[in-house]
T-cell receptor
Framework: DAGVIQSPRHEVTEMGQEVTLRCKPISGHDYLFWYRQTMMRGLELLIY????????DSGMPEDRFSAKMPNASFSTLKIQPSEPRDSAVYFC?????????????FGDGTRLSIL | DAKTTQPPSMDCAEGRAANLPCNHS???????VYWYRQIHSQGPQYIIH???NNETNEMASLIITEDRKSSTLILPHATLRDTAVYYC?????????????FGQGTELSVKP
C-alpha cells in the first residue's frame, strides 16, 4: 500500500522566494499533519486538518507560513517569503481517524534549504 | 515538552534482542505510550503503541509496567537495518489535542 507521499524530496532556493511543499496522505485517512524537524528544536507540529478543514494551526511559526487542503488527497504548505531560518526537513503525516489510539504515519519529508 | 526519558544511545549485537527502556513517571491514566523510529534521511516510522497491556506486532513487542511509569520496546532479533533513533512518546490525551511530542530519543546502533 502506498504510504504518505511528499514532494519534492529536496528543495534549494534563495531567500525571498516562495516555496510550496506538497503532500498526498494515505487514501481514506481523515487527518493530515504537517511537522517540521530541525536539529535545535527537534520535530514540531505545525498544523493539522480534519476532512480538509484546518483544526489547529497554533504551531505555524509566522504569517509567512500557510497550509491548505483543497481535497482529501492533497495538501500544500507554502512559505512566502522564505528565509534562511526556515531551512529544515518538513514532514507530512496522516491518520485514519482522530484519537490517541490512532497512529500517525509519516512521509519521507522534504529537505528544504534556503540560501 | 516531552514527558519521557530515554538513554541517548545504545548498542546491540546483530541477531540479539534489543531492549530499549523508557521512563514516563508522570503519565496519566488515559495517555498512550507510542514508539516510533527514524532511520537517517527518512520520516518517523510507527512501530507500536499501548495503553496498559503488553502489545506485540510483526515489528516489536511493548512491555508496560503495571504502574505504567516505564516501558520497554523489544526488537527480538535486531538486524543492521534496525539502526535508527527510537522515540518513546506519551501521547497527550485527545481531548487536549492528542499531539505526538517527540523528545530526543535513543540512538540504537546494531553492530555485526
Amino acid at each position: 500500500d502506498a504510504g504518505v507521499i511528499q514532494s519534492p524530496r529536496h528543495e534549494v532556493t534563495e531567500m525571498g522566494q516562495e516555496v510550496t511543499l506538497r503532500c498526498k496522505p494515505i487514501s481514506g485517512h481523515d487527518y493530515l499533519f504537517w511537522y517540521r524537524q530541525t536539529m535545535m528544536r527537534g520535530l514540531e507540529l505545525l498544523i493539522y486538518f480534519n476532512n480538509n478543514v484546518p483544526i489547529d494551526d497554533s504551531g505555524m511559526p509566522e504569517d509567512r507560513f500557510s497550509a491548505k487542503m483543497p481535497n482529501a488527497s492533497f495538501s500544500t504548505l507554502k512559505i512566502q517569503p522564505s528565509e534562511p531560518r526556515d531551512s529544515a526537513v518538513y514532514f507530512c503525516a496522516s491518520s485514519l481517524r482522530w484519537g490517541s489510539n490512532q497512529p500517525q504515519h509519516f512521509g519521507d519529508g522534504t529537505r528544504l534549504s534556503i540560501l | 515538552d516531552a514527558k519521557t526519558t530515554q538513554p541517548p544511545s545504545m548498542d546491540c549485537a546483530e541477531g540479539r534482542a534489543a531492549n530499549l527502556p523508557c521512563n514516563h513517571s508522570t503519565i496519566s491514566g488515559n495517555e498512550y505510550v507510542y514508539w516510533y523510529r527514524q532511520i537517517h534521511s527518512q520520516g518517523p516510522q510507527y512501530i507500536i503503541h499501548g495503553l496498559k497491556n503488553n502489545e506485540t506486532n510483526e515489528m516489536a513487542s511493548l512491555i508496560i509496567t503495571e504502574d505504567r511509569k516505564s516501558s520497554t520496546l523489544i526488537l527480538p532479533h535486531a538486524t543492521l537495518r534496525d539502526t535508527a533513533v527510537y522515540y518513546c512518546i506519551v501521547r497527550v490525551d485527545e481531548n487536549q489535542g492528542g499531539k505526538l511530542i517527540f523528545g530526543q530519543g535513543t540512538e540504537l546502533s546494531v553492530k555485526p
